[in-house]
Nanobody
């Protein structure tokens, strides 16, 4: 069983930056891919960034390309989401999720909202 816990959310002004953290723990850390997802009020959850564990291949949603990046610290079992140039439309609850089984491409994880283990989420609000 894998446990994921997000942190780092908060209120930020448009144009600002925020870094979210996802602490990963459990009996096995041998996940296939890990991703960041978000859900805004009244909207469906969307995959923002997904990264394949073995080779680092990454999928970025068009809405965040050039602004968001994902990174990993294996020693600390942490995954980070660096968010720059934030916009009001980035306001959402952000979740990290781990996928334990292979998929055709890492894009599938994000586009199809695939995940075996999910964190409780952290709120990000972008507002002046």
């Amino acid at each position: 069983q894998l446990q994921l816990v997000e942190s780092g959310g908060g209120l930020v002004q448009p144009g600002g930056s925020l870094r979210l953290s996802c602490a990963v723990s459990g009996v096995t850390l041998d996940y296939y891919a890990i991703g960041w997802f978000r859900q805004a009020p009244g909207k469906e959850r969307e995959g923002v960034l997904c990264i394949k564990n073995s080779d680092g291949r990454t999928y970025y949603a068009d809405s965040v390309k050039g602004r968001f990046t994902i990174s990993r610290d294996y020693a600390k079992n942490m995954v980070y989401l660096q968010m720059n140039s934030l916009k009001p439309e980035d306001t959402a609850v952000y979740y990290c999720a781990a996928l334990m089984r292979p998929v055709t491409t890492v894009q599938d994880m994000c586009v199809m909202n695939l995940g075996n283990h999910w964190g409780p989420g952290t709120q990000v609000t972008v507002s002046s």
